[in-house]
């Protein structure tokens, strides 16, 4: 028993691992794009527009790099890109609510708020991805995208 929880913490460890760096490295591609669309290649564009376009391309790489590193999920549907859009857009709402409840209700700090709100939200993404979003048993009911074949 007590080998069968420390076996699950360390796969928990690796995982929370794994998350992170598909995190940072995400958040490298999305600045990264960002800076390069609105400082060299369309600098009269909309700032907004070009935002979202990194932040959209990165959430793609997120989506991919956790299904294959980091919850190691070898199949794919469209109903795995609608669970892990529920997934984080329910942690935006969350976010937001925790955010307000400790800096509005509780009349804590704002940078205290924030760190709160972002440390519980990662939390709840890793498990919401680790436990929905990615969790093969969905996958079962779901109709499987093709592989493009390989040339």
Known sequence: MLQQLRRFYQKEFWGLFRYGVVGVVCL???????????????ISGSRTVQYTIALLVSAAFNFSLHRLWTFQVKSKSFAMV?????????????????FYFINVVLHMHDSVAFLVAVISSIVYQYFGHRFVTYNE???????????PPVV
Do not use: C, D, N
């Open 137 to 147: 048993r969905y996958e079962k009911k779901a109709a499987v995208v093709p592989e």
């Open 82 to 98: 609608v669970r892990y859009s529920t997934v984080v857009g329910s942690s935006m709402l969350f976010q937001s609510v925790a």
């Open 28 to 42: 490298i591609i999305h600045t990264t794009l960002y800076v390069w669309m609105s400082r060299y290649i369309w």
